[in-house]
């Protein structure tokens, strides 16, 4: 307490204590959140082991550019990090998981990109927010790391409360030959949310029986099986045709027609 604050105690007898309380709170608040601010700055900074001083200040810059109001300085920060004067990935993580410019969040994933697992961290954080917003942000940055460290963060996301971010996951995964993500794409094409996406997934994994009967499976509504017969036109192997045959004895016109063409084309 200031001097000012013990007088202010002692002279007023209706002071109220509580009040005082609350606001020394507030204020230490506000100092813990400043120090740990000027903490994670330093520790970024001695990270990277700077040789000299001017390097100190490079980084210095370049950081105080990731949290600029100016998108252009956000994005030259961005672009900078890659090369003689590199930022902490976890400093990229924090400010592409908070850009709102899409430019300025293509530059930081792609920054991102080329610092392999180090960022995981902080995007998995991410992915954890209450914010959908960051959460979106989390998991387009996540694919666009190629490294182990990665895919096994989007296979823990095939479980995500957030239905976008176990789709992106799928189709990612797909990408990278991860069978585990089959449910979460036959999914999309039964509910029709990226279904030609999700189809082309599929034919990415192959031709297993298995994707085919999934497929298949619980497809009575005609809408449904609209969706999936187009989705076989993206699957290679014998079950998907015989799949087909079937469909082209649909009851619904335009479904049979559809597998009629299918075949054809592929016939």
Do not use: C
């Amino acid at each position: 307490m200031s001097l000012h604050d013990v007088g202010r105690a002692l002279d007023d007898p209706n002071f109220a204590a509580s009040g005082l309380v609350d606001e020394l709170a507030a204020r230490t608040e506000e100092r813990i959140a400043r120090d740990t601010e000027l903490l994670t700055r330093l520790r970024r900074i001695g990270d990277l082991r700077p040789a000299d001083w001017e390097d100190v200040l490079d980084t210095v810059a370049l950081l105080s550019d990731l949290g600029s109001v100016s998108a252009g300085k956000r994005q030259t920060a961005a672009l900078s990090s890659v090369g003689d004067r590199p930022i902490p990935a976890d400093a990229l993580a924090e400010a592409v998981l908070r850009e709102p410019a899409t430019n300025v969040a293509g530059a930081l994933r792609w920054a991102l990109a080329q610092s392999g697992g180090d960022a995981i961290g902080p995007l998995q954080e991410g992915l954890n927010s209450p914010n959908p917003e960051v959460r979106r942000r989390a998991v387009d940055t996540v694919v666009e790391i190629s490294h182990p460290a990665s895919t096994e963060l989007l296979t823990e996301s095939l479980v995500h409360n957030d239905e976008q971010v176990r789709r992106v996951a799928a189709l990612e995964l797909a990408a990278r030959g991860v069978v585990d993500a089959v449910p979460t794409l036959i999914e999309m094409v039964h509910a029709g949310t990226n279904d030609v996406d999700a189809a082309d997934a599929l034919g990415v994994l192959g031709s297993a029986d298995s994707i085919v009967a999934a497929l298949m499976d619980g497809i009575d509504d005609s809408v449904v099986r609209q969706r999936v017969t187009q989705a076989l036109a993206s699957i290679p192997g014998s079950a998907a045709l015989a799949a087909l045959r079937e469909l082209s004895r649909d009851s619904e016109r335009s479904i049979a027609l559809t597998a009629q063409y299918i075949l054809g084309r592929r016939e």
